[in-house]
């Protein structure tokens, strides 16, 4: 049975790479339930989509998501002719797993989720773990744990936003 989304709803923050970003938070207490960043598999391409799969597939049995809010594919200009195909990879098996169990996914470009979390597009990766070390009184592993924790946090401030404009 496909959740409803709600204001109040329990969020999924993924920043997907090799070296993933995941965040779990509240929106109605804006507590962070869970974060971390998660090294997958090497091994073979495959080992590390069924890595993907079983590890969101434990987050959302755990915690039970009502959304999933993933940042969008961003290719600087000197990127491996291989990062568009990996990464591509990674958002099909996140959206598989939502899909499994009925949860919407909303997507955000970096410059979005930069923009909601300094006030400025281009702010720096320093910029986005020293706001989110700050805002939420954590000491986060890296940047992939704060982009992952500051995706859902955009995900939460639009949704609170629209819910806003909608119910006016």
């Known amino acids: 049975m496909k959740r409803p989304a709600t204001a109040n709803s329990i969020v999924v923050g993924l920043d997907l790479a ?37 590890l ?5 049995e755990k915690f039970s ?5 993933i940042e969008d594919v ?5 990127t491996s ?16 797993c939502a899909a499994e169990h009925e949860l919407p996914v909303f997507f955000y ?3 979005k ?3 909601t979390i300094t006030g400025y597009g281009n702010a720096s990766k320093e910029d986005i773990i020293n706001w989110v070390q700050n805002e939420f009184n954590i000491k986060v592993k890296d940047d992939n744990e704060a982009d992952a924790i500051s995706i859902a ?6 949704r609170q936003f629209v819910n806003l404009v909608v119910n006016d």
């Open 74 to 78: 961003f290719l600087p200009a000197k």
């Open 18 to 54: 090799e070296k993933m970003g995941l965040c779990v938070m509240n929106s109605a207490t804006k507590q962070i339930l869970f974060s971390s960043t998660v090294k997958l598999s090497k091994a073979t391409d495959e080992s590390r989509l069924v890595h993907l799969h079983k």
């Open 153 to 158: 946090w955009t995900h939460i401030i639009n």
């Open 65 to 69: 998501p009502s959304e999933v809010a």
């Open 109 to 111: 470009p970096p410059r």
């Open 81 to 96: 002719h291989r990062t568009p195909i990996s990464l591509g990879e990674l958002r099909g098996v996140a959206r598989l």
């Open 56 to 60: 969101l597939n434990k987050i959302i």
């Open 113 to 115: 989720v930069k923009q």
